[in-house]
């Protein structure tokens, strides 16, 4: 049985995917539920840390004890990310963040027109790459989900970010990725060691994760 080994430990938890709107009534939006995210923010409050959960618009119940900020487009993500991290021992990114945003978003309902409608994104701002600046004691965990070249991207994400570890799960694959309670993962820490998981539960993975920050925490401590 687990105890409470993160006592103590303020954990941030990012989930769901961002929206962005296009006018009052359209969204830009994908498929995330925010499954994987909160099943890791219940699995760290069953270790007894403080935990905040910062979510993209879900239909998923809250777990006991933990606190939700919710939030819609990546921007109010970065700012709330933003406010907790400072204080934050440890921060997961499992949010599917939007890249782009509508550069315009009207005031009005789009009406309908004859022919084609060009739509102009622009970039959002990248947070966890943010964080990988600021990052102090903070250990700091990335998701990458991906269709194709799974392992190469993940590690250059992860040196990109500035990260401790990275999770990487193959979003093509059966059973794995968005909306399922499964998973099938990879994790990559800094140092070069990785970790083949089979496929199980979102909520058995977020255990692993917390396993392995644990053991990054302590390694810290020591020395
Ligand atoms: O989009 P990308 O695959 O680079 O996302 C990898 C990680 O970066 C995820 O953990 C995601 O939550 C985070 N991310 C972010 N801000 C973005 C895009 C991604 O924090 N704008």
């Not at 939007?98 to 009005?108: E, F, G, H």
């Not at 990052?135 to 993940?154: N, P, R, S």
């Not at 994760?209 to 390694?219: A, C, P």
């Amino acid at each position: 049985a687990k105890g409470k080994e993160l006592a103590g430990k303020k954990v941030l938890v990012t989930a769901g995917g961002t929206i962005e709107p296009l006018d009052p009534v359209r969204y830009l939006g994908n498929r995330s539920t925010g499954r994987m995210g909160y099943a890791i923010a219940q699995q760290a409050k069953g270790r007894g840390a403080e935990v905040v959960l910062i979510s993209g618009p879900s239909a998923l119940p809250v777990p006991d004890g933990v606190r939700i900020v919710r939030v819609e487009t990546a921007r109010q993500m970065r700012d709330a990310v933003l406010r907790e991290f400072p204080t934050a021992d440890i921060v997961i990114k499992a949010a599917a963040v939007a890249d782009y945003r509508p550069k315009i978003v009207a005031a009005d309902k789009i009406k309908k027109q004859d022919g084609e409608f060009t739509l102009v994104l622009e970039r959002n701002p990248d947070i966890l790459y943010e964080l990988g600046q600021k990052k102090a004691h903070q250990i700091l965990v990335g998701f990458a989900a991906e269709t194709q070249h799974v392992e190469d991207y993940a590690k250059a994400k992860l040196a990109k970010k500035n990260l401790d570890f990275i999770v990487a799960n193959d979003v093509s694959e059966k059973d794995a990725g968005f909306g399922t309670e499964t998973n099938r993962v990879k994790i990559f820490a800094r140092d070069g060691r990785m970790w083949d998981y089979p496929l199980m539960s979102k909520s058995a993975i977020g255990g692993i994760i917390l396993d392995h920050v644990q053991e990054q925490l302590k390694d810290d401590t020591v020395g």
